[in-house]
């Protein structure tokens, strides 16, 4: 993966994680470097914000569900849980991802953490209304087109008062830094390769213009948040 290259539009390669015929100790080796960039990027802030203020909108409910999709480890849902013991809250998270790895990766982080369960599943065979809220931490910038569009719908089928996407603003300081980051704490070809490449098939705002236009959801907003991510929240539209 270069360290210079063209940003002005999204990168249309497939990440070597997007290529379920490959896996085994080289990808458990890279979810647990991921982790590790989740850590140093700051990456379950987004995800936190937009869940608080769902559930302010929805009325500060005592309970909660979550279905986190794409999930890897589930990792950034550490912060959630901490999250909800200060608010008192009845917590509780389901997290879906399409490989074996990564499954058992958050069955062995989660073991001891009853408010979390884990499924090998894909979010377009989930059942309708599945979870209060559907979340998607660095998951969509894997689609593009009319794809990136079903798979948001099918989240937002999912949920029973919408989703929060939490995903990489494409820019030439996160992509250096990712790029430079990546090299010093990993020598994993699935680390070195898709991080970078995550970052140039992230979004800039007027990506998201586009995607609350072509979704016709006026109620949809996105932020920007620290470490170069954006909080997309999509509230349901029955709710």
């Given at each position: ?5 063209n ?27 991921l ?19 769902l ?6 409910p ?21 999250w ?43 059942p ?112």
């Amino acid at each position: 993966m270069p360290i210079f290259r063209n940003l002005a539009k999204r990168a249309q390669e497939d990440e070597l994680m997007d290529d379920f015929s490959t896996g085994g100790e080289e990808l458990i080796e890279a979810l647990k470097h991921l982790r590790r960039l989740n850590k140093i990027f700051a990456a379950p802030g987004p995800t936190r914000y937009g869940i608080e203020k769902l559930w302010n909108d929805i009325g500060r409910p005592e309970s909660l569900t979550i279905l986190d999709v794409g999930a890897g480890s589930g990792d950034v849902n550490r912060k959630l849980l901490q999250w909800a013991d200060d608010k008192g809250i009845h917590l509780n998270i389901t997290l879906v991802d399409l490989t074996e790895e990564a499954c058992e990766e958050a069955r062995s982080l989660f073991q001891n953490e009853p408010r979390i369960q884990v499924k090998q599943a894909d979010v377009r065979q989930m059942p309708e209304a599945f979870a209060d809220i559907v979340t998607g931490s660095q998951f969509v910038h894997h689609f593009d087109g009319e794809e990136l569009i079903d798979i948001v719908s099918h989240m937002l089928k999912a949920s029973r008062y919408g989703v929060v996407i939490n995903d990489i603003h494409r820019h030439v300081v996160s992509y250096t830094a990712v790029w430079i980051t990546t090299r010093i704490i990993s020598r994993n070809r699935y680390i070195r390769h898709d991080g970078p490449l995550s970052v140039a098939k992230g979004f800039t705002g007027a990506d998201w213009k586009d995607l609350k236009r072509k979704l016709n959801h006026d109620s949809m907003t996105y932020v920007w948040k620290p470490l170069f991510r954006y909080a997309v929240v999509i509230p349901h539209k029955r709710t």
